[in-house]
């Protein structure tokens, strides 16, 4: 039903920046809470960031607070996020995932994720 497209991975040096995009068809991303997670080699899926139905912030990751910005342009029921400094530890890759409650750690809909490498 609701499909998650992720875009903008790709390889970038620490102090980097990279702006991921979450979309979809067929439904507006303003009636849904969506949760940006992440999963580095070797290391289990963390949660990122997650923005609420209403636009508001739910969370943000203490390793990226100051660093990661996550946003909603309704226009183009597309979602952000934006990660300014980016450090090696960042490497993993990123998944938007959609849930029609609220920001949850097992949110209903899962995009299939895009790899970011912050290396030299």
């Known amino acids: 039903q609701v499909q998650l497209v992720e875009s903008g991975g790709g390889l970038v040096q620490p102090g980097g920046s990279l702006t991921l995009s979450c979309t979809t068809s067929g439904v507006t991303l303003d009636d849904y809470a969506i949760g940006w997670f992440r999963q580095a080699p070797g290391k289990e899926r963390e949660g990122v960031s997650c923005?609420?139905?209403?636009?508001?912030?739910?969370y943000i990751a203490d390793s990226v607070k100051g660093r990661f910005t996550i946003s909603r342009d309704s226009a183009k029921n597309t979602v952000y996020l934006q990660m300014n400094r980016l450090k090696p530890e960042d490497t993993g890759v990123y998944y938007c995932?959609?849930?029609?409650?609220?920001?949850?750690?097992?949110?209903?809909?899962w995009g299939k994720g895009t790899l970011v490498t912050v290396s030299s």
């Open positions: 923005i609420r139905i209403s636009g508001r912030r739910a």
């Open positions: 995932a959609a849930d029609p409650n609220y920001c949850t750690v097992i949110p209903q809909y």
